[in-house]
């Protein structure tokens, strides 16, 4: 799949991104960007970026963690077991605050519009784990950006926090897609019905749905991953998207 290796200028510095487009087809396509989990952007990421550039989409993965200079990848196997990876990769969630990814969120979607490979003015973003929370919240404070936001085994997504996702579904303009593991202390079935009823009220289209699978189940070197869920999450998605992005 072709990668395109390039910065992106934000208002609090530069951020290393890679675009995926697909391969052999004709230009432009609808953009897409993709958040990491809390992992960050590693070879999996790369791959699934790829995989969906692969369904004819134009896909930005940032490197979100990029104020942290160059840091050391995490190796998902251990990264919560080991109490010293385990306290660095949770600094390392702390530093994606609402203000910040609202940031970059504007940057990125300014450099995909100008971009010959991608059409529109407006884009979808899909998140996982941490990644999934990102995607709500852009979609709430950047809605006239965002045309479908989409969130596997995201966490946070209700919480009691002012800043809570939830509370931005009045705002939002986009098509959104839950996909929740189960028995997820980060998202539960009181979360799901919390956000369903903003969504709801708000007159949001949205879906949320649960897969047979534990947190993690979505992105290939979570221990919990899921092959058949994975599976089942490309198709939700990019019935999502190709409902939303058009070409």
Not at 27 to 44: E, F, L, N, S
Not at 51 to 65: E, H, K, M, R, S
Not at 93 to 100: F, L, N, Q, S, V
Request: proline share 8%.
């Amino acid at each position: 799949m072709p990668k395109l290796t390039d910065t992106v200028t934000t208002p609090d510095g530069t951020c290393p991104v890679e675009l995926f487009t697909p391969d052999g087809a004709e230009a432009p396509w609808p953009g897409v960007v993709m958040y990491p989990d809390a992992g960050g952007v590693r070879d999996t990421f790369n791959q699934m970026a790829a995989t969906l550039a692969g369904f004819g989409y134009a896909v930005l993965l940032p490197d979100v963690y990029y104020r942290e200079g160059s840091w050391i990848p995490f190796d998902m196997a251990t990264a919560f077991a080991d109490p010293k990876e385990r306290a660095r990769i949770m600094f390392m969630i702390g530093t994606m605050t609402p203000d910040r990814v609202t940031r970059d969120a504007g940057a990125f979607f300014d450099y995909l519009a100008n971009r010959p490979e991608v059409s529109g003015q407006r884009f979808g973003v899909c998140g996982y784990c941490m990644g999934g929370r990102i995607s709500l919240v852009v979609a709430g404070r950047v809605p006239e950006r965002v045309v479908a936001a989409a969130s596997f085994h995201g966490g946070g997504l209700v919480t009691d926090s002012a800043d809570s996702p939830h509370l931005l579904a009045e705002r939002m303009h986009a098509i959104v897609y839950v996909g929740g593991a189960k028995n997820d202390p980060s998202f539960t079935a009181d979360h799901a019905e919390h956000l369903d009823n903003a969504l709801a009220a708000s007159g949001v289209e949205h879906t949320i749905e649960w897969y047979p699978a534990a947190h993690g189940f979505a992105v290939p070197d979570n221990p919990p991953y899921d092959q058949a869920c994975a599976q089942r999450h490309w198709t939700a998605m990019t019935e999502v998207f190709g409902s939303a992005l058009s070409r």
